[in-house]
């Protein structure tokens, strides 16, 4: 069962959310009386694979993943790009010193822009945020089937 005020998911039979502390059955209940609806959650992801073992491109994109009443599902993703680097990938988003490479441009310019069609689908942008820079967490509430 997940939390409806934070997106955690917790033991089928709490009352209260492990996470953040609001009972999870009462405004469980209460939203489905008032409007029929639940929240779903998604989350900003990277994947990265290597051309080949010797070489230093690494095909890369982001993606959202999302959990609804219908299980998981990928809500939106970017295209792929090739980042010109060799181990240990991490998406060049905030660099630590001076201007960003080409590689720190598009793949943070991709990352706004699945920012926005998450947004332009109806996500909101939680305060939240996952382990890493572009980890962006998103709620939107769907319709429950009855």
Request: aromatic share 14%; charged share 25%; glycine share 6%.
């Amino acid at each position: 069962m997940y939390c409806t005020a934070c997106g955690k998911e917790n033991p089928r039979d709490a009352k209260f959310c492990a996470y953040c502390g609001k009972s999870i059955t009462s405004s469980s209940n209460l939203e489905q009386k008032d409007d029929d609806t639940s929240w779903e959650f998604c989350q900003i992801q990277s994947s990265q694979k290597t051309t080949n073992t010797f070489s230093v491109k690494c095909e890369c994109f982001f993606y959202a993943d999302a959990i609804g009443k219908n299980g998981k599902y990928c809500a939106a993703k970017t295209d792929k790009y090739i980042l010109q680097q060799k181990w240990n990938w991490e998406p060049p988003i905030n660099p630590p010193f001076g201007n960003k490479s080409k590689d720190q441009e598009k793949s943070a310019q991709l990352l706004s822009g699945l920012v926005k069609t998450l947004q332009n689908d109806g996500w909101e942008l939680m305060s939240e945020r996952g382990p890493f820079a572009w980890s962006y967490k998103f709620r939107r509430k769907e319709k429950v089937n009855k």
